[in-house]
């Protein structure tokens, strides 16, 4: 866990990061959650026509407000990270090599590639055009994946996505529970079997909202967790107010939000490889699909609400897309994404050592 304060020197322990939701994280929740002492993720995902823009943004507020006293403690790097949906494509990562030489961002974090050669031509041309300064994460959801990705790219990363996250992640994968373990032993059998492998650092994530997700995955092996849903419920978050409004009313998340690729249909964001789907609160548009309707009349409903504005198109009896994690029921209010993060922090630190106080 040290380690990760050395590569990112700003941050507390234990590591709080906020993931690169497309469109939603942007460089106002990006700094906010790095300025509280966490790592924030620009989400650029699959299009790269707004990442200059936004790191120029990121970049004026650390020169405003520094989050070291000495510019150097942070290794000589933007303390926010980049997100990325690799299955864009050549054009992607052609837009996003000389930004990120540019401004030397602390981390990118590479998502659902159309194949693994994608993820080994990301991490190499990155390190190259940062002289190895921005670190690389990586995500997955299985064993497998964890174990190809560590020999190819060596990340100093994997990202643990358990089946609760909200958002896109693999149709069929395991819980943190019984995942992040079983990775962390893979690894270490994998390092132990080839010495000059470095195991990288597990951060988890999905269905962590607070301090009692954070110590459990902390108890699991993580270095540090991510958060997306608990910071849609944040002022900086960069979506509709009545998104932010279904996910404030949404509870019992096991049972009201799904993982599918219905919404991505509707959406029109029919590019992502067949194994993945996304997580969202359940309202009419999935009920409806359910009852046996028409998917083009589904789709013009959905297109209909999407014209018309106005809050009432989220929730359960909207049509619009709200992602959502498992654990949307323990987002409870709105609130700042630096007290987000910090209350976070502390609560995780209060419960270990109380954990710990009882033996």
């Given amino acids: ?23 939603i994280a942007l460089a106002k929740l990006a700094v906010a959650v790095s300025q509280a002492g966490g790592l924030g993720f620009i989400g650029v995902g699959n299009d790269a026509s707004t990442m200059d823009a936004e790191l120029s943004k990121a970049q004026q507020h650390f020169a405003a407000h520094p989050t070291t006293p000495n510019d150097q403690d942070n ?18 990562l052609e837009d996003a090599l000389p930004l990120l030489a540019k401004y030397t961002p602390a981390a990118i974090w590479l998502f659902a590639p159309s194949s693994p050669a994608q993820l080994t031509q990301w991490t190499e041309s990155t390190r ?10 990586i995500q997955i959801s299985t064993v497998a994946d964890a174990l190809q990705t560590t020999l190819t790219c060596h990340p100093e990363v994997l990202v643990v996505q358990g089946s609760d996250a909200g958002g896109h992640g693999l149709q069929k994968c395991a819980g943190l529970v019984p995942l992040l373990p079983e990775i962390d032993d893979a ?10 492998l470095r195991k990288p ?3 988890a994530t999905g269905g962590i909202m607070e301090g009692r997700g954070v110590a459990a995955a902390l108890a699991l092996g993580a270095a540090g967790v991510t958060m997306g849903t608990r910071y849609l419920a944040a002022p900086e978050a960069n979506l509709a107010p009545g998104y932010q409004a279904a ?3 949404a509870s019992d998340g096991g049972v009201t939000t799904e993982r599918g690729k219905l919404y991505d249909s509707l959406r029109g964001t029919t590019d992502w490889p067949a194994r993945y789907g996304g997580r969202g609160v359940l309202n009419a548009s999935w009920w409806d699909a359910g009852r046996g309707m028409g998917f083009e009349e589904n789709k013009r409903l959905y297109e209909t609400s999407l014209a018309e504005g106005g809050d009432e198109g989220w929730g359960e009896a909207g049509r619009l897309t709200t992602y959502a994690g498992a654990g949307v029921g323990l987002v409870r209010e709105v609130k700042g994404a630096g007290a987000i993060t910090e209350e976070v922090r502390e609560d995780a630190r209060r419960i270990l ?7």
């Fill in 353 to 359: 050592r109380r954990a710990a106080a009882r033996h």
């Fill in 75 to 92: 290794n000589g790097v933007l303390p926010v990270g980049v997100g990325f949906l690799l299955w864009a494509g050549d054009k992607l």
């Fill in 128 to 137: 190259r055009v940062t002289n190895n300064k921005t670190k690389i994460w």
């Fill in 1 to 23: 866990m040290a380690s990760l304060q050395r590569d990112y020197p700003w941050t507390k322990s234990p590591l709080i990061a906020c993931g690169p939701m497309r469109v």
């Fill in 247 to 249: 996910v404030l009313r």
């Fill in 201 to 203: 650092h597990l951060v």
């Fill in 187 to 196: 690894l270490t059998a994998l390092c132990a079997q080839y010495p000059h």
